[in-house]
């Protein structure tokens, strides 16, 4: 029990600590983290393995990792109580523990240059004397500064104590909705299950990836299906539900008027309860909003186009034009497609499906992408099917100066020009709940506290030796280097003895 | 007036400084001391200018990408070098800091300078507050660093010149490795960078000014300094004896330096960086690689104040210390922004 104590009272294991740390938040920024285990293998066929033994694909949740987080707390709290023992022995009765012998082997210290002045004792806040008849007097000035040590250790712990609480209790995912859904929030047990079904789910796959017959696995299944049902029942009767009414996004705009990049994006909300229903609130980035246990910020947004309207041609000489009984005077004609939902017009033997739009289209690497939001270059994939289901031909639309392209990309006996498009907008909210936020803050202004007390207060204790033959020997000690205080030396010396003239050196 | 015009009478300004600072040590001529001084005063508070007028034009403090932060921490770097030697000439200490300016000026002319709107991520009292703050501490450890190089340096001298030196052989190897290390280290770490931007479209001909402007001057400046080192040894020991404080003091003003850069880093980096994430992303801590890495920082640090404060050490292993600290802070700044992607990867 002893030596476990040394242990960890021992500022070197401490600093063991704090390297073995550092060296494992280090690698977690190296090795990739929360892959799938088929990647690790692939990504690092020697090492792979061994990541996943250890559990760095997930550093900071890794057994390792948290018992070095466990271990420096304990530390800490050893470093705290071993220092409330030396600091409390500074702050109380300091001038009865102190002795001659220590006073006078302080750096900065002498014989005083003169003889000292008569009221002397007026200077010093407390005198006492020794068993050799010796006159002790300290002033002391800084004090805070011995509680900085402290107060920073206990910040410390305070922050991990946070850290962990928030860890074990703490939730956060992501909520999305557009314009108009009214999205269900599960209460926060059914969120804690859902999290630790994903988290027991990450492990399974692993495990299944080398060992499909693990008997671990159907255990962890039944855990993951009891807390499915849970989240699930959640859903069913949620804490709350989130109204999306209005989400806007805000651009920079150039002086003539064009766009410049995003601004802000925005979410206008309403939490309804069984009883209550909120005013709408705004949710914007940097601007979070709390209701019920949790916190929302405005994470994410997704701007998509689900409607988009396209001129049709009738293209007599398409592969598929032959067997067609289509009137050619009828064209051109205008359709509005919706993303994934089949229409078919009066005027065409096929059913339209939009499968794909992209607002800002690139071929990168032969395949179609689209690289942002804005209607730059829109480009969308029609697929037609016959009454049979049967796909009848695909056809790409593009804007008219592009059409050229769509030649190409047809085969299909109509050709489609894109006209416009409506723009939807999805919000992501961050949805977190953390009961170990409190204690993070508060360990952050205590150790802020405490390197200021440490780092910009001076602590300064100014002594004065008389023996009873009346040498007088001043020394100032504190948490500064001793060249620090040759002038306050000086000083001390010029109030003691009234004498302005220059000492002579120790 | 257009700023980029006063960065570069700025840079001019540390260069004349640098070449003062350098003859005042060299030549011995006490008269160059307070004018190379004056020149430096002028080329920070020509930046400082130069701050404020792109502050204005923006709308936002110039804080939001790679040019910007690195024209400020070059201003930072330099203003802390003339305050931190205000009351004690170091002017050894002071042309460092011109150099480090001057560097990092250089690294940063790579990286676009037009200026864009804030994204909303960015949109906040907390970027002044979090990235100034943490740039000031970084800037102290940059003359932490200086002067535990300097520091190596003068053990280098001590040992080469006297032949029953004090300095024990691991001490000395750590000395040399460090004075001849850190020059190869940043020129390596530059060619990585320019290897890296070549191959990045947006970048397609702005490496090339990394590879003639930083890397070719500091290669040919550094061999020859070494060389010039190496033949006038006696010389430059004399120098060294002359105008460095003795190894004690400069232990002293390391750890003067990390004392006042580690609470404002630790403030301003780590805390005021876990208030924003808190604002903007709903958790005060992600594991960011930007997050890790300045918690590392934060570490690499502690581990020197505890080893210092408490176990007494100091001399050539806290000094080594210092140098992996800084190390650790460069790579927050630069690697992690270029070879590893987080949130933080808008400001590359």
């Given at each position: 029990?002893?030596?476990?104590?040394?242990?960890f009272?021992?500022?070197?294991?401490?600093?063991?600590?704090?390297?073995?740390?550092?060296?494992?938040?280090?690698?977690?920024?190296?090795?990739?983290?929360?892959?799938?285990?088929?990647?690790?293998?692939?990504?690092?066929?020697s090492i792979?393995?061994?990541?996943?033994s250890?559990?760095f694909?997930d550093m900071?949740r890794?057994?390792?990792?948290?018992?070095?987080?466990?271990?420096?707390s304990?530390?800490?709290?050893?470093?705290?109580i071993?220092?409330w023992?030396?600091?409390?022995?500074?702050?109380?009765?300091?001038?009865?523990r102190?002795?001659?012998?220590e006073?006078?082997?302080y750096e900065?210290?002498?014989h005083?240059?003169?003889?000292l002045?008569?009221?002397?004792?007026s200077?010093f806040?407390?005198?006492i004397?020794d068993?050799?008849?010796?006159?002790?007097?300290?002033?002391?000035s800084?004090?805070?500064?011995?509680?900085?040590?402290?107060?920073?250790?206990?910040g410390?712990?305070l922050?991990?104590?946070g850290?962990?609480?928030?860890?074990?209790?703490?939730?956060?995912t992501?909520?999305?909705?557009?314009?108009?859904?009214l999205v269900?929030?599960?209460?926060?047990?059914?969120?804690?299950?859902?999290r630790?079904?994903?988290?027991?789910?990450?492990v399974a796959?692993?495990?299944?990836?080398f060992?499909?017959?693990?008997?671990r696995?159907d255990?962890?299944?039944e855990?993951?299906?009891?807390?499915?049902?849970?989240?699930?029942?959640?859903l069913?009767?949620?804490a709350?539900?989130?109204?999306?009414?209005?989400?806007w996004?805000?651009?920079?705009?150039?002086?003539?008027g064009?766009?410049?990049g995003?601004?802000?994006?925005?979410?206008?909300?309403?939490?309804?309860?069984?009883?209550?229903?909120?005013?709408?609130?705004?949710?914007?980035v940097n601007?979070?909003v709390?209701?019920?246990?949790?916190?929302?910020?405005?994470s994410?947004?997704?701007?998509?186009?689900?409607?988009?309207s396209?001129?049709?041609?009738?293209?007599?000489?398409?592969?598929?034009?032959?067997?067609?009984?289509?009137?050619?005077?009828?064209?051109?004609?205008?359709?509005?497609?919706k993303?994934k939902e089949?229409y078919?017009?009066?005027?065409?033997?096929y059913?339209?499906?939009?499968?794909d739009?992209?607002?800002?289209?690139?071929?990168?690497?032969?395949?179609?992408?689209?690289v942002?939001?804005?209607?730059n270059n829109?480009?969308?994939?029609?697929v037609?099917?016959?009454?049979?289901?049967?796909?009848?031909?695909?056809a790409w639309?593009?804007p008219?100066?592009?059409?050229?392209m769509?030649?190409?990309v047809?085969?299909?006996?109509?050709?489609?020009?894109?006209?416009s498009?409506?723009?939807?907008?999805?919000?992501?909210?961050?949805?977190?709940?953390?009961?170990g936020?409190p204690?993070?803050?508060?360990?952050?202004?205590?150790?802020?506290?405490?390197?200021?007390m440490s780092?910009y207060?001076?602590?300064?204790e100014?002594?004065?030796?008389?023996y009873?033959?009346g040498k007088?020997?001043?020394?100032?000690?504190?948490?500064?280097?001793?060249?620090i205080f040759?002038?306050d030396?000086?000083?001390?010396?010029?109030?003691?003895?009234?004498?302005?003239?220059?000492?002579?050196?120790? | 007036?257009?700023e980029?015009?006063?960065?570069?009478?700025?840079m001019?300004?540390?260069?004349?400084?640098?070449?003062g600072?350098?003859?005042?040590?060299?030549?011995?001529?006490?008269?160059?001391?307070?004018?190379?001084?004056?020149?430096?005063?002028?080329?920070v508070?020509a930046?400082l200018v130069?701050?404020?007028?792109?502050?204005?034009?923006?709308?936002?403090?110039?804080l939001?990408?790679?040019?910007?932060?690195?024209?400020?921490?070059?201003?930072?770097?330099?203003?802390?070098?003339?305050?931190?030697?205000?009351n004690?000439p170091?002017?050894m200490?002071?042309?460092g800091?011109c150099v480090?300016?001057i560097?990092?000026?250089?690294v940063?002319?790579?990286f676009?300078?037009?200026?864009?709107?804030?994204?909303p991520?960015?949109?906040?009292?907390?970027?002044?507050?979090?990235?100034?703050?943490a740039?000031?501490?970084?800037?102290?450890?940059?003359?932490?660093?200086?002067?535990?190089?300097?520091y190596?340096?003068?053990?280098?001298?001590?040992?080469a010149?006297?032949?029953?030196?004090?300095v024990?052989?691991?001490?000395?190897?750590?000395?040399?490795?460090?004075?001849?290390g850190m020059?190869?280290?940043?020129i390596?770490s530059?060619?990585?960078?320019?290897?890296?931007?070549?191959?990045?479209?947006?970048?397609?001909?702005?490496?090339m000014g990394l590879v003639?402007?930083v890397?070719?001057?500091?290669s040919?400046?550094?061999?020859?300094?070494?060389l010039?080192?190496?033949?006038?040894?006696?010389?430059?020991?004399?120098?060294?004896?002359?105008?460095?404080?003795d190894?004690d003091?400069?232990?002293?003003?390391?750890?003067?330096a990390i004392?006042l850069?580690?609470?404002?880093f630790?403030v301003g980096?780590l805390?005021?960086?876990?208030?924003?994430?808190?604002?903007a992303?709903?958790r005060?801590?992600?594991?960011?690689p930007?997050?890790?890495?300045?918690?590392?920082?934060?570490?690499v640090?502690?581990?020197y104040?505890?080893?210092?404060?408490?176990?007494g050490?100091?001399?050539t292993?806290t000094?080594?210390l210092?140098?992996?600290?800084?190390?650790?802070?460069?790579f927050?700044l630069?690697?992690?922004?270029?070879?590893?992607?987080?949130?933080?990867?808008?400001i590359?």
């Amino acid at each position: 029990m002893r030596t476990i104590h040394k242990i960890f009272v021992s500022l070197k294991s401490a600093v063991i600590l704090i390297a073995i740390l550092t060296a494992l938040a280090t690698l977690g920024t190296l090795v990739p983290q929360n892959l799938d285990a088929v990647e690790y293998i692939r990504r690092f066929p020697s090492i792979g393995h061994l990541i996943l033994s250890l559990g760095f694909d997930d550093m900071y949740r890794s057994a390792p990792f948290q018992t070095c987080l466990w271990l420096l707390s304990i530390s800490t709290i050893a470093c705290i109580i071993t220092r409330w023992k030396s600091t409390y022995r500074k702050l109380s009765a300091r001038l009865e523990r102190a002795s001659v012998k220590e006073i006078k082997a302080y750096e900065a210290g002498r014989h005083v240059s003169a003889p000292l002045k008569q009221d002397w004792q007026s200077d010093f806040a407390a005198v006492i004397t020794d068993e050799n008849d010796v006159l002790i007097g300290l002033n002391t000035s800084g004090k805070v500064s011995l509680l900085g040590g402290m107060s920073l250790h206990i910040g410390l712990l305070l922050v991990l104590a946070g850290g962990l609480i928030g860890g074990y209790l703490g939730v956060e995912t992501v909520v999305r909705g557009s314009k108009g859904d009214l999205v269900p929030v599960a209460p926060l047990e059914a969120v804690r299950a859902a999290r630790d079904a994903d988290r027991i789910a990450r492990v399974a796959r692993n495990i299944r990836e080398f060992s499909p017959e693990d008997p671990r696995l159907d255990k962890m299944r039944e855990e993951i299906d009891a807390l499915h049902s849970i989240y699930k029942s959640g859903l069913a009767s949620p804490a709350f539900k989130i109204a999306f009414d209005e989400l806007w996004v805000e651009n920079y705009q150039t002086p003539d008027g064009r766009g410049m990049g995003v601004k802000s994006w925005n979410s206008r909300v309403r939490f309804i309860d069984q009883s209550h229903e909120s005013e709408p609130v705004q949710v914007m980035v940097n601007q979070p909003v709390s209701y019920g246990d949790y916190t929302f910020y405005q994470s994410s947004w997704n701007k998509f186009y689900h409607k988009v309207s396209l001129q049709v041609e009738f293209v007599g000489d398409a592969s598929a034009s032959s067997q067609l009984a289509i009137k050619a005077g009828a064209f051109p004609q205008t359709v509005e497609l919706k993303l994934k939902e089949p229409y078919k017009p009066a005027w065409s033997p096929y059913e339209f499906v939009m499968m794909d739009f992209m607002p800002d289209f690139r071929i990168i690497n032969d395949r179609f992408v689209s690289v942002s939001h804005e209607l730059n270059n829109p480009a969308a994939m029609i697929v037609a099917y016959d009454s049979s289901g049967a796909v009848a031909g695909r056809a790409w639309a593009f804007p008219q100066d592009r059409m050229s392209m769509a030649g190409h990309v047809t085969s299909m006996p109509f050709q489609f020009t894109f006209i416009s498009a409506e723009p939807e907008y999805e919000s992501g909210m961050q949805m977190a709940h953390d009961p170990g936020k409190p204690l993070v803050w508060v360990g952050c202004l205590l150790f802020t506290l405490g390197m200021i007390m440490s780092f910009y207060v001076p602590y300064r204790e100014s002594w004065l030796l008389v023996y009873p033959d009346g040498k007088a020997y001043i020394a100032i000690s504190g948490n500064r280097p001793a060249k620090i205080f040759a002038d306050d030396l000086q000083q001390l010396d010029r109030q003691l003895t009234n004498n302005d003239k220059e000492p002579p050196t120790a | 007036m257009n700023e980029t015009l006063i960065f570069g009478f700025s840079m001019v300004c540390y260069i004349l400084a640098f070449v003062g600072f350098s003859a005042h040590i060299s030549l011995n001529r006490e008269n160059l001391y307070m004018p190379s001084r004056g020149i430096a005063w002028a080329g920070v508070i020509a930046a400082l200018v130069a701050l404020i007028l792109r502050w204005q034009s923006a709308g936002h403090p110039p804080l939001s990408n790679m040019y910007e932060s690195l024209v400020t921490l070059s201003t930072f770097i330099a203003l802390t070098g003339l305050i931190f030697t205000r009351n004690q000439p170091l002017p050894m200490l002071e042309a460092g800091t011109c150099v480090g300016s001057i560097l990092m000026f250089g690294v940063a002319s790579v990286f676009a300078s037009d200026v864009k709107p804030l994204i909303p991520a960015l949109q906040s009292y907390w970027l002044h507050l979090h990235v100034s703050l943490a740039f000031v501490g970084e800037a102290l450890f940059a003359i932490a660093f200086i002067l535990s190089y300097l520091y190596c340096f003068r053990k280098v001298m001590t040992s080469a010149a006297e032949k029953n030196s004090s300095v024990d052989f691991l001490e000395k190897a750590a000395c040399y490795l460090v004075v001849v290390g850190m020059p190869v280290v940043f020129i390596l770490s530059m060619t990585l960078l320019a290897s890296y931007l070549s191959q990045q479209p947006s970048y397609s001909e702005r490496w090339m000014g990394l590879v003639w402007g930083v890397i070719a001057p500091v290669s040919v400046t550094m061999l020859l300094l070494m060389l010039l080192t190496w033949m006038y040894r006696g010389a430059v020991h004399k120098g060294v004896e002359k105008w460095l404080p003795d190894a004690d003091s400069l232990d002293k003003l390391i750890y003067r330096a990390i004392a006042l850069g580690y609470p404002l880093f630790t403030v301003g980096g780590l805390i005021f960086g876990m208030v924003w994430a808190n604002k903007a992303w709903g958790r005060y801590w992600g594991w960011d690689p930007k997050e890790t890495w300045a918690l590392i920082t934060f570490l690499v640090y502690s581990i020197y104040l505890h080893v210092r404060l408490a176990r007494g050490w100091n001399g050539t292993w806290t000094a080594c210390l210092s140098i992996a600290g800084f190390l650790v802070t460069m790579f927050t700044l630069f690697g992690v922004n270029f070879l590893i992607s987080g949130l933080h990867s808008y400001i590359g």
